[in-house]
């Protein structure tokens, strides 16, 4: 890696390299990496990307049967969710921040006693309020507080992630628990096959920051508004899935060799990179402190 001239804005470390020139979609914008916390972070951070118009889809639902479309291939992630968080969620308030067209909020909704959600994207927004759940654009639109707030590859995206977590402590009743999933800077694709062809791929303008357990460890102990209650990794995607990209430098990999996609298999597999921290997503379940 190459070395620049930029300080962290997660840990103020001076100790920095190029990890990579361009993202997927702007080759101005290039991605550093702290070697101190282990985030990357882009060159760019302004964070102007139209989410309120379909920025996060490569072609934006317009119809009912492509919104269906987009839930059928988030639903196993909605289900698995739902199934590590649902004891937690169980009769409470709770408030998905980034909520999408919904796919959570539609399964956690048997389980919590109340379910809203907040989404910049204005086709989602509108869906998610015709199935009977209140969805505003902003959390500042609430004026309550909740027992659960979930936040589900939504933290990447937000430029002044200490401000944003101030924020949810303020809206959440007292030990209430923030949920964040976020992807892994350390993802083994990246740290230990070196795949090209997946970094091209997954560096993009719309991820601001790039995270590792000790660097989001570190950004909640500077706020001293929560404690870590686990800091867990998932592994979403398959061994075919990485075998592919190390292969052909493509993504699909289950799709084409399904006798690698193998329950036992993909366990092994993951409890393995889980071990190396190089789990493709991070999961943290905060709880806010007593006042």
């Known amino acids: ?4 001239m930029q300080v962290c804005p997660i840990c103020g ?3 920095l ?9 702007n080759d101005t914008i290039s991605v550093y990496a702290c070697y101190e916390c282990g985030t990357k972070f ?7 990307n139209d989410y309120e118009n379909g920025f ?19 639903e196993s992630d909605d289900i698995r969710r739902v199934e590590m968080i649902k004891d937690i969620c169980r009769n409470k308030k709770v408030l998905d921040f980034g909520c999408g067209y919904g796919g959570f909020l539609k399964h956690i909704m048997k389980t919590a006693y109340m379910c809203k959600g907040v989404e910049l994207g204005r086709r989602e927004r509108k869906y998610v309020n015709e199935m009977g759940i209140t969805c505003f654009k902003s959390i500042d639109d609430y004026n309550e507080r909740f027992d659960v707030i979930t936040l589900f590859h939504v933290f990447e995206h937000l430029k002044d992630p200490k401000m944003w977590l101030e924020k949810y402590s303020n809206y959440l009743l007292e030990n209430g628990y923030l949920i964040i999933e976020v992807p892994n800077a350390n993802d083994a694709l990246l740290s230990l096959y070196e795949s090209a062809a ?9 991820h601001l920051f790039l995270y590792t357990v000790k660097s989001l460890s570190g950004v909640i102990e500077q706020i001293n508004k929560f404690d870590i209650i686990s800091a867990g990794q998932v592994q979403r995607y398959s061994i075919a899935n990485h075998m592919m990209w190390l292969s052909k430098g493509l993504p699909g990999g289950h799709k084409k060799w399904e006798f690698l996609d193998t329950k036992e298999l993909n366990k092994l597999y993951s409890e393995q990179l889980s071990k190396q921290q190089m789990c493709d997503t991070l999961f943290f379940v905060l709880q806010k402190r007593c006042s």
């Open 1 to 4: 890696m190459n070395r620049c």
């Open 13 to 15: 470390g001076e100790h």
């Open 17 to 25: 390299g190029l990890a990579h020139k361009g993202t997927r979609d």
């Open 42 to 48: 882009l060159s760019s951070i302004d964070g102007n």
């Open 56 to 74: 996060m889809y490569a072609t934006s639902p317009e119809t009912d049967d492509d919104i269906e479309k987009v839930l059928s291939s988030t």
């Open 198 to 206: 997946f970094a091209d791929f997954t560096y993009w303008s719309a």
